[in-house]
């Protein structure tokens, strides 16, 4: 939420000072190097540096308490010739075991250029040129999304092949190859993602963030590896509930209302 401008007039120069003492202390804080460099230098000159700031207040553990909750909500764009569709629910987060099983589940699924439902509404039904899906994490919380825009007359189809694809993988595991060739586009994609001073202190920060422990950059690809096509079938029915999904959709209501009346009806029930 953005200030106004009554609030931002009332603030003062101890306003400001006080939220600097409670926020910018080195008990939150985390200092990351990386490069090439002489350790015991560095070291040496961040405790010169930084011993003398003050501790301050610890960090506020307060990780947000999803609710799911099948809803349809339609924001009306007239003389849309697209229909921009977000569909999702919570999932597992960074903390738990299934956290890695879910991401593989999720590339398989919508998370990749060559996933099932990017190559269903994409490449088969020619609905949307870029949909994907992800696993979003913040602290201690995540969701999966399915996102895409697809032509206004597409609408409702679109919908009806991104929940058949997760039923068919609900119901079937996968075959070995094609998630094979999944588990080596992830493992490509975290060594590019190293492969930068910057990105491995994203890296750093996420672990930290996240509190996943040292091991978790160091035993990624072996652990994504490690899926089995069976764990993928059963990510899917333990997460990936459309009876459970909100459903949001902006377009033209006048053109798209008919074909949503499915979701709406289920998500009255």
Do not use: C
């Not at 990386?34 to 011993?51: L, R, W």
């Not at 799911?68 to 569909?87: C, F, G, K």
């Not at 825009?149 to 079937?172: C, H, M, N, W, Y």
């Amino acid at each position: 939420m953005l200030p106004t401008e009554e609030s931002l007039n009332k603030m003062t120069i101890e306003d400001t000072r006080k939220f600097y003492a409670d926020n910018y202390g080195a008990e939150r804080a985390h200092l990351y190097v990386a490069g090439k460099f002489d350790v015991g230098e560095v070291k040496k000159a961040i405790a010169q540096t930084f011993s003398s700031w003050t501790k301050g207040t610890a960090p506020v553990v307060n990780a947000p308490k999803p609710k799911m909750q099948r809803l349809l909500d339609v924001t009306d764009r007239p003389n849309a010739p697209q229909s921009t569709i977000y569909v999702g629910l919570p999932v597992a987060d960074a903390t738990n075991p299934d956290n890695i099983p879910l991401i593989v589940t999720n590339s398989l699924l919508g998370g990749s250029f060559g996933s099932r439902i990017t190559s269903n509404i994409r490449e088969q039904k020619g609905y949307t040129y870029s949909p994907s899906s992800q696993v979003s994490r913040r602290y201690h919380d995540a969701y999966w999304a399915e996102v895409a825009d697809v032509t206004t007359a597409a609408t409702g189809p679109s919908l009806k092949e991104i929940f058949g694809e997760i039923d068919r993988l609900q119901k079937e595991a996968p075959g070995a190859a094609e998630l094979k060739g999944i588990q080596s586009y992830l493992s490509g994609v975290f060594v590019i993602q190293n492969s930068t001073r910057q990105a491995l202190i994203a890296q750093l920060r996420y672990v930290d963030l996240q509190g996943l422990g040292e091991d978790y950059l160091k035993t990624f690809v072996q652990k994504v590896n490690a899926v089995t096509p069976d764990e993928v079938q059963r990510m899917t029915a333990k997460y990936i509930k459309p009876e459970q999904m909100t459903i949001v959709v902006v377009g033209d209501k006048s053109k798209i209302t008919e074909q949503l009346a499915p979701y709406a009806e289920a998500a009255t029930k």
